[in-house]
């Protein structure tokens, strides 16, 4: 139990273009999902706390105009990386919690902006 | 500021020898504390809660507040405990995780 999927696992688009990342809670329900970046190499930083039904919490310095986070539903979260750059290019990892401490990460989507 | 510091990067033991990542933090009031593993070409994963007191796979972890430490033991490395471990530190009500840099476990045979 308590599986995440993130799709797709891995995407190519162009500077200047739109991304869709997709997580998903697929055997129970998430009040809050997270979402991270994680650079090569190095540790997971927090980009947001989405919860369902509400506006995200953004951390500092991440822009949220940029990072757009929607929580539609209870198993589902998407983020959207706007106008992307090659700077956007990394690993984008979520985590769905179904209570307080507990998260459960999905596999990560590997972004590459050309 | 609330921050997680694992001052290794990479520890590499041989097998059968004993084992500790060390982890470090910094926060005003009482967090949660964690370690997650990664194991190679797998997600992110939780390994011990500190308030469950549990030994996961062999490993323990004890939580010492006046030194503001959680650092992760393991009496005899196995192989299979090569991975790339996180510390990380929540809210006492729960919520976003605050990771450390990762300390990536070589065990070699």
């Known amino acids: 139990g308590a599986v995440v999927s993130q799709h797709p696992s891995r995407v190519i688009c162009k500077s200047g273009t739109s991304v869709k990342i997709e997580c998903r809670s697929l055997?129970?329900?998430?009040?809050?999902m997270f979402w991270y970046r994680q650079f090569p190499k190095k540790s997971l930083m927090l980009m947001a706390t989405s919860n369902e039904g509400s506006k995200a919490t953004y951390e500092q310095g991440v822009e949220k105009d940029k990072f757009l986070i929607n929580h539609a539903s209870l198993t589902l979260s998407t983020l959207t990386v706007t106008s992307a750059h090659p700077e956007d290019s990394s690993f984008y990892i979520c985590?769905?919690?179904?209570?307080?401490?507990?998260?459960?990460f999905g596999p990560g989507t590997r972004l590459t902006v050309t | 500021a609330q921050r997680v510091t694992q001052p290794e990067k990479l520890l590499s033991v041989f097998k059968g020898a004993p084992v500790e990542l060390k982890c470090n933090y910094s926060?005003?009031?009482?967090?949660?504390l964690f370690w997650y593993v990664q194991y190679s070409r797998q997600r992110l994963q939780l390994l011990l809660r500190h308030i469950s007191r549990e030994s996961i796979k062999g490993f323990t972890a004890d939580l010492n507040k006046g030194e503001t430490s959680f650092h992760l033991k393991k009496p005899f490395a196995q192989e299979e405990d090569s991975a790339m471990y996180y510390c990380?530190?929540?809210?006492?009500?729960?919520?976003?995780?605050?990771f450390g840099q990762g300390t990536e476990l070589s065990v070699k045979p």
């Open positions: 990380a530190l929540s809210p006492p009500e729960g919520g976003k995780l605050i």
């Open positions: 985590s769905a919690s179904p209570r307080s401490w507990e998260q459960y």
């Open positions: 055997d129970f329900q998430a009040t809050t």
């Open positions: 926060y005003s009031g009482s967090p949660e």
